[in-house]
């Protein structure tokens, strides 16, 4: 399968602590985005790379969020002092400017559930 | 600024109906792409079709159809002969075609429930 992969599929964690998700996206797209979805509503972009360059964060993106793209591959979020706030799907999702492939494709997300 | 709205929050139809999802848009864009994605109960978001601004061709596929109208900011999608396995949220999408690499913005979602 050569789809969008993310890991852990679920996570729960205490109050206060960090968190670390990673993506893999298709092996040829040298876009990447993250997004958080919680309970009725859409998916809410957070941040944007292009190969290891992260070009576009959202306002909803707090200092206590990180993300990496090291070699311009897998990325990995990261949540500093997790909140009860912070619960929600995080997906992960990668295109290519290439041709007419600029459609986003989505992994099938972390749920991360803070208790 | 650019929103989505979807107004429908849920649709519950019997199997071999047709259903309509609706979408509006807004954006002072003149050039943007719309989306519609599929997230069955897995939660896995489905690709479903790209429509650019200047191409308003209605288009097929299957048992699918979209209706794009730039004049009522439209782009409303159409299920013909419903079955249960299209049990899903209905996400609709826009985003700027100058800055392709950038940002989905997605509607709120209409959950279609299709029923036996």
């Known amino acids: 399968d050569t789809g969008v992969s993310q890991d852990p599929r679920h996570k729960i964690t205490k109050r206060g602590q960090n968190v670390t998700f990673r993506c893999d996206p298709i092996?040829?797209?040298?876009?990447l985005y993250w997004y958080r979805q919680t309970l009725g509503q859409g998916p809410e972009f957070l941040t944007y790379?292009?190969?290891?360059?992260?070009?576009?964060k959202s306002r909803l993106l707090s200092d206590r969020f990180s993300a990496e793209r090291p070699k311009g591959s897998f990325s990995t979020l990261e949540i500093q002092r997790t909140e009860q706030g912070d619960s929600a799907m995080y997906l992960c999702?990668?295109?290519?400017?290439?041709?007419?492939?600029?459609?986003?494709?989505f992994g099938p997300g972390t749920r991360l559930t803070v208790l | 600024a650019q929103k989505v709205t979807q107004a429908q929050t849920e649709i519950s139809v019997v199997e071999k109906e047709d259903v309509t999802l609706d979408c509006v848009y807004e954006?002072?864009?003149?050039?943007?792409?719309l989306f519609w994605y599929k997230q069955p109960p897995s939660g896995e978001l489905v690709f479903l079709i790209r429509?650019?601004?200047?191409?308003?061709q209605n288009e097929i596929s299957g048992r699918y159809s979209w209706n794009f109208q730039k004049s009522t900011s439209s782009f409303n999608f159409t299920i013909t002969a419903s079955q249960v396995v299209d049990s899903a949220v209905y996400f609709c999408?826009?985003?700027?075609?100058?800055?392709?690499?950038?940002?989905?913005?997605f509607g709120k979602g209409t959950t279609l429930s299709v029923s036996s």
């Open positions: 429509r650019n601004s200047f191409d308003e």
């Open positions: 092996s040829e797209h040298n876009r």
């Open positions: 999702a990668s295109s290519s400017p290439a041709g007419t492939t600029i459609e986003q494709f």
């Open positions: 790379f292009q190969n290891e360059a992260q070009l576009e």
């Open positions: 999408a826009l985003s700027d075609l100058n800055q392709a690499g950038t940002a989905l913005i």
């Open positions: 954006t002072r864009d003149t050039t943007y792409y």
